[in-house]
């Protein structure tokens, strides 16, 4: 069975612009969250969404948006993108909203210049 | 808040030795899991197991154990007989559940190396 994929592996933006990453879970899997990696720490809650429905808010401010669609693959959407935002942005997947294992993706590495 | 505590940022070993990565969490909840995740340098989180809070038996899964001690509020994983492929980053992570959801808080790391 395929694992939790996301796309693009790697994406380069400049300062102030917008950009989508995707991710489409382990089949069977309803709920998706991401998590934002800066380099050297652990990874940092961002959104949880189950049933297309947002489930959990980490601390982050409001030009980070994702939503989650009908087949359950979801994106997330970064605005005004600022120098800080650069990190591996990670998408997990787990079979309903509880504390089930959640399975990671390979991430996204987003660099801005 | 919760918050989860990995003081050894890094260790090195030489093949074969034993290795204990410490895992220090704090909650108010009584009902909560707690999480071990590995991330090889390919960079991809590996999930390794998951406790709840109500059950503290000590688990192995071949080279892997872990000792998880409410008492203390830890839950620190070993590793047997390292070998170099064990040489990664190791996460420890904490999950309220409830309304929480699924929402995990990661501790800071501890990267192993594995030396031949």
């Known amino acids: 069975d395929a694992g939790v994929t996301q796309s693009p592996t790697h994406l380069i933006k400049t300062r102030g612009q917008h950009v989508t990453l995707r991710c489409s879970p382990i089949?069977?899997?309803?709920?998706v969250s991401w998590y934002q990696q800066v380099l050297g720490q652990g990874p940092q809650f961002i959104f949880q969404y189950y049933e297309k429905e947002e489930r959990g808010r980490g601390n982050f401010p409001d030009r980070f948006s994702a939503r989650q669609f009908p087949n359950y693959s979801s994106e997330l959407n970064v605005n005004a993108l600022l120098l800080g935002d650069s990190a591996l942005y990670l998408c997990a997947s787990s079979l309903s909203q509880g504390p089930y294992e959640q399975y990671f993706g390979p991430g996204t590495r987003l660099t801005v210049t | 808040a919760q918050k989860v505590t990995q003081a050894q940022t890094e260790i090195s070993v030489v093949e074969k030795e034993d290795v204990t990565l410490d895992c220090v969490y704090e909650t108010r909840d009584t009902t909560y899991y707690l999480f071990w995740y590995k991330q090889p340098p390919s960079g991809e989180l590996v999930f390794l197991i998951r406790?709840?809070?109500?059950?503290?038996q000590n688990e192995i899964s071949g080279r892997y154990s872990w000792n998880f001690q409410k008492s203390t509020s830890s839950f620190n994983f070993t590793i047997t007989a390292s070998q170099v492929v064990d040489s990664a980053v190791y996460f420890c992570a904490l999950s309220e559940g409830g309304d929480a959801g699924n929402m995990l808080t990661f501790g800071g790391g501890t990267r192993l190396m594995v030396k031949p």
């Open positions: 406790r709840n809070s109500f059950d503290e």
């Open positions: 089949s069977g899997h309803k709920s």
